[in-house]
T-cell receptor, first 110, second 112 residues
Framework: AQRVTQPEKLLSVFKGAPVELKCNYSYSGSPELFWYVQYSRQRLQLLLRHISRESIKGFTADLNKGETSFHLKKPFAQEEDSAMYYCALSGSGGSYIPTFGRGTSLIVHP | DAGVTQSPTHLIKTRGQQVTLRCSPKSGHDTVSWYQQALGQGPQFIFQYYEEEERQRGNFPDRFSGHQFPNYSSELNVNALLLGDSALYLC???????????FGPGTRLTVT
């Protein structure tokens, strides 16, 4: 069975501080990993996926197969980064049906 | 393009009743997926419709059923409502089954 664990329900940082949102997964195979974000009063949207290796809004995430982790990082947090972040996993082969973690609420204080 | 739209925004039902939720996909999309998001949890996949057929299904009982129409819009039906069905129901659309999904704003269902 595939599972995504986000150990922190809430992460609170000050503007300009580094941010790391943790995500660990369980999957017997080669998964595809994603980060979704939901800003206040907006709909859930894809932030980034590991296969594209992009940096979106200053965020990056590296897939560590040894540690089965896909942590989301940003060197300098901004107030507009405050949102709910969900890590998600889908099976290999192109299926985009994600299994979501429970989410981490990021609050960036001025 | 308004993106994915869902109706109603919220509704309240009584235990044992039946409910129908509706979703219109983003323009140009032909695939619709439904998710249930309980309070404090991430979305859970219910099922996906493509070419008017259910293509994939998550771990949900048969009380949850759906339909896709020729114009690609979709309905989610839940029979014999339980208190535990109270949740935000999200619809997501995509172009084909293996492409990025775009989410709607959700329908908040409360079962009393």
């Amino acid at each position: 069975a595939q599972r995504v664990t986000q150990p922190e329900k809430l992460l609170s940082v000050f503007k300009g501080a580094p941010v790391e949102l943790k995500c660990n997964y369980s999957y017997s195979g080669s998964p595809e990993l994603f980060w979704y974000v939901q800003y206040s009063r907006q709909r859930l949207q894809l932030l980034l996926r590991h296969i594209s290796r992009e940096s979106i809004k200053g965020f990056t995430a590296d897939l560590n197969k040894g540690e089965t982790s896909f942590h989301l990082k940003k060197p300098f947090a901004q107030e507009e980064d405050s949102a709910m972040y969900y890590c998600a996993l889908s099976g290999s082969g192109g299926s985009y049906i994600p299994t979501f973690g429970r989410g981490t609420s990021l609050i960036v204080h001025p | 393009d308004a993106g994915v739209t869902q109706s109603p925004t919220h509704l309240i039902k009584t235990r044992g009743q039946q409910v129908t939720l509706r979703c219109s996909p983003k323009s140009g999309h032909d695939t619709v997926s439904w998710y249930q998001q309980a309070l404090g949890q991430g979305p859970q996949f219910i099922f996906q419709y493509y070419e008017e057929e259910e293509r994939q299904r998550g771990n949900f009982p048969d009380r949850f059923s759906g339909h896709q129409f020729p114009n690609y819009s979709s309905e989610l039906n839940v029979n014999a409502l339980l208190l535990g069905d109270s949740a935000l129901y999200l619809c997501a659309s995509s172009l084909g089954v293996n492409h990025e999904q775009y989410f709607g704003p959700g329908t908040r269902l409360t079962v009393t």
